[in-house]
């Protein structure tokens, strides 16, 4: 199958009150693990490349890789760009093959958020190319942050409702209490805050920094109107855990198979039981 963006699997997600993974792709063995989990899953499932993943791979690899893999895969697949920084990247990345792209304006005063998702969005639509945008901001677990600044960081419904209505992006990352990375403490979610985003916004909307928030919190999430969940830190987690396992009890071992094997299993299994937490299983 060619690659199928991500406005199709969140529609459809949405409509089925559940969510699609979204998965940071940097390398082969990242790459097989989610698609092999997508296909023992039967679930759709969106492969993302990050600023650090372009960087480390290289725009052409990420994209030859995505594209072999749905089209050897008999599950539809997007593949997106995950927090684009600007309009010549997102041009860049649908030039070279991307079926969606996150640009990510959440940084700028609400008006040049809307210029440039709106800017974005033209030329994207135009080629059949999905757009996520984001209002409020997402930050990191490394972020020295209060509670009070955290509030002040999160999406205002009210605002929410304006942007989609002048920018017109097809999904929105919504800021309710998640952050990228390790959590040092319990995440904690303002459904309140997502139940008034999801009464006024009626596009697909999408749950970032998803490592470590607990199930529970996921399905609420995924009850209330989230249908696109972003997961890269609890990937590492498990490829590096298997890679000190090995190398724990194998110290000598060079063969690079033997010790990425392991770690391409162990994400794999991740992958598939977020897809069962999310509900996108069975619904490829
Ligand atoms: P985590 O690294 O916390 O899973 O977040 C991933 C993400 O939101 C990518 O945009």
């Known amino acids: 199958m060619a690659l199928v963006t991500v406005a199709e699997l969140a529609c459809a997600a949405a409509e089925g009150g559940y ?7 940097n390398n082969m063995e990242i790459l097989q693990a989610v698609i092999a989990a997508a296909e023992e899953e039967r679930s759709p499932v969106i492969l993302q490349a990050s600023q650090g993943g ?32 600007s309009f010549e990247q997102a041009m860049q990345c649908i030039r070279k093959g991307f079926s969606a792209v996150m640009i990510d304006g959440s940084r700028l005063p609400l008006e040049d958020n809307i210029t440039l998702v709106k800017r974005v969005v033209d030329v994207a639509h135009a080629v059949g ?9 997402i930050g990191g677990t490394e972020d020295d942050i209060v509670v009070s600044e955290r509030e002040a960081m ?16 097809d999904l929105l990352a919504v ?9 040092k403490g319990k995440p904690k979610l ?15 909307l999408v749950l970032h920094g998803a490592s470590g928030v607990p199930d529970q919190a996921i ?9 696109k969940i972003n997961i890269d830190t609890e990937l590492r987690v498990a490829f590096s855990g298997a890679v000190q396992r090995t190398l724990k009890a194998s110290p000598d071992e060079i063969d690079p198979r033997k010790i990425l094997g392991p770690a391409r299993e162990a994400m794999k299994q991740v992958v598939r039981e977020k897809m069962r937490l999310f509900g996108c299983s069975g619904k490829a």
């Open 19 to 25: 969510a699609v993974g979204a998965f940071n792709l």
């Open 54 to 85: 372009l960087k480390y791979a290289g725009i052409d690899y990420i994209v030859a890789m995505a594209r072999v893999a749905a089209e050897k895969a008999s599950v539809p697949v997007a593949l997106n760009l995950d927090h684009g920084t």
């Open 129 to 137: 190319v999905s757009v996520e945008a984001e209002l409020g901001k």
């Open 154 to 169: 999160m999406t205002e419904p009210e605002e929410a409702a304006e942007f989609i209505e002048a920018a017109q992006p």
């Open 175 to 183: 800021a309710i209490g998640t952050a990228h990375g390790v959590y």
């Open 190 to 204: 303002d459904f309140e805050r997502l139940m008034e985003i999801k009464a006024r916004v009626d596009i697909p």
């Open 219 to 227: 399905r609420k999430a995924c009850q209330i109107g989230i249908s």
